[in-house]
């Protein structure tokens, strides 16, 4: 991958662009909540080539989440817990919308 095709993915927010220092400085959390973020398995960070922690920034808004919670006192366990089952919820609601409009254009095309 030349430097070119890593700059083109800068906006796919699955490209793990940011190193663990970066993403804990735009967090505003310390490298510590990003280890115990990926130790309750909330994120998985990639790993460099050199084997460093990098993000993406799907998984920062992941961690941002948790990071509220946690500043409301929820325990870090639970606040990982709690935004798996937030982001479960929403890729449910998503599903049922795409089968509820597909049987509503089968529907109409029958009638």
Same mark, same amino acid.
């Given at each position: 991958?030349?430097?070119?095709?890593?700059?083109?993915?800068?906006?796919?927010?699955?490209?793990?662009?940011?190193?663990?220092?970066?993403?804990?400085?735009?967090?505003?959390?310390?490298?510590?909540?990003?280890?115990?973020?990926? #130790? %309750? &398995?909330? /994120?998985?960070?990639?790993?460099? !080539?050199?084997?460093?922690? @990098?993000?993406?920034?799907?998984?920062?808004?992941?961690?941002?989440?948790?990071?509220?919670?946690?500043?409301?006192?929820?325990?870090?366990?639970?606040?990982?817990?709690?935004?798996?089952?937030?982001?479960?919820?929403? #890729? %449910? &609601?998503? /599903?049922?919308?795409?089968?509820? !409009?597909?049987?509503?254009? @089968?529907?109409?095309?029958?009638?």
């Amino acid at each position: 991958m030349t430097a070119d095709d890593s700059f083109g993915r800068l906006d796919d927010d699955d490209y793990p662009a940011y190193t663990m220092g970066r993403a804990a400085d735009m967090l505003g959390t310390t490298q510590g909540f990003l280890r115990a973020v990926g #130790e %309750a &398995r909330l /994120i998985t960070p990639l790993r460099s !080539a050199g084997g460093h922690r @990098r993000y993406s920034r799907y998984q920062l808004r992941i961690a941002a989440r948790a990071r509220e919670l946690v500043d409301q006192g929820t325990p870090i366990e639970a606040a990982c817990r709690i935004v798996i089952l937030e982001d479960q919820l929403e #890729e %449910a &609601r998503r /599903i049922n919308e795409e089968h509820r !409009a597909r049987n509503e254009s @089968r529907h109409n095309a029958d009638a």
